[in-house]
């Protein structure tokens, strides 16, 4: 279906006591990925599962267009679905499990021939046609994965944290991919993720979740400058509220966000005490405490940034702290 929305209406799931979907309203348009972002035990999955009609909600709505689809079994819904194990046909070629979903809507012959080559093509995975699952790797099978969910040209595209089982070389290829393909198909897609990156990279909007309900919605570069909460500008990461305080002491005309992610080190800047270092190969993340801001700042960065050596926790490191760090925090209406 072209040209129509999907939109969820007050969803609401409760296990016990409970409420893992807390009332969530969100639309997805046609053509849109919808990153949904956020921690651990949010609620992503269990929205995902919703809307996939795996489970019935307890209250709210979901519509395609003006088509209510909540009492909609799973298989008549018209939904694609990616996981993060990948979830193929060990027992079948690549080639069958993309033609799998195309067999079930009684496509035949040259035409479902056609569109299981065309796939495997954009996949990137032509040679690989005849192998069976346990023949690729990690990257390739979730491409088999994506071709397989796009090939009955879905209503709705679901993908749960589909890059989490890929070691870091892979998950950044595959990243890449997916946000062409997912911008080339014009699929209308809900993308789950607990990594910022992930979501910032495929989403056209992204939606923080938290504790069953959503926090914001908005574009990338929306919820980067304008992060309508401190909760949520601190779970970006990147970006600190100031006190009131520190505001004032500054002489910032008002409420301010500092953007962490524009400190540089540089031994004529402002010093810092370093309260914790971890380094993972070559990216480091500090824990940066100003004497007088009383923030502490979550810092990333890569090693080769330190001329004299990543500093150690209790020491002091100075950092440039660039004019355009500082964002007026504009509150959302
Ligand atoms: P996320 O995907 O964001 O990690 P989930 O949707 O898996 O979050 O879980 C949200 C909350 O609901 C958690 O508190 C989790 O423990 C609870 N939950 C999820 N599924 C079930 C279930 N089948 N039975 C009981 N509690 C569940």
Known sequence: MTGVTLTLTGLVRRYGAVAAVAGVDLTVGDGETVALLGPSGCGKSTLLRLVAGLEPPDAGRIT??????????AERRGVGMVFQDFALFPHLSVRDNVAFGLVEQGVTGDAREARVAALLERMGLGAEADRRPDQLSGGQQQRVALARALAPEPDLL?????????????????????????????VRAIYVTHDQEEAFTVGDRVAVMRGGLIQQVGTPQALATQPGDA???????????????????????????????????????????????????????????????????????????????IPEAGREVRMRVPDDAWVPLETQA
Do not use: C, I, Y
Request: hydrophobic letters at 45%.
């Open 64 to 73: 395609l267009g003006g088509h209510d689809l909540t009492g909609v079994p």
């Open 158 to 186: 679901l993908l749960d944290e589909p890059l989490s089982n890929l070691d870091r070389t892979l998950k950044a290829e595959l990243l890449g991919f997916l946000a062409d393909l997912l911008a080339d198909a014009r």
């Open 231 to 309: 909760w949520t500008a601190g779970f970006l990461g990147v970006r600190e509220v100031l006190p009131d305080a520190v505001v004032r002491m500054l002489g910032l005309p008002g409420p301010t966000l500092l953007r962490v992610d524009t400190l540089t080190p540089d031994d004529a800047g402002t010093a810092f005490t370093v309260t914790s270092v971890r380094r993972v190969g070559e990216a480091v993340q500090l824990g940066l405490q100003h004497d007088d801001w009383g923030v502490e700042l979550a810092w990333r960065g890569h090693a080769r940034e330190f001329v004299g050596g």
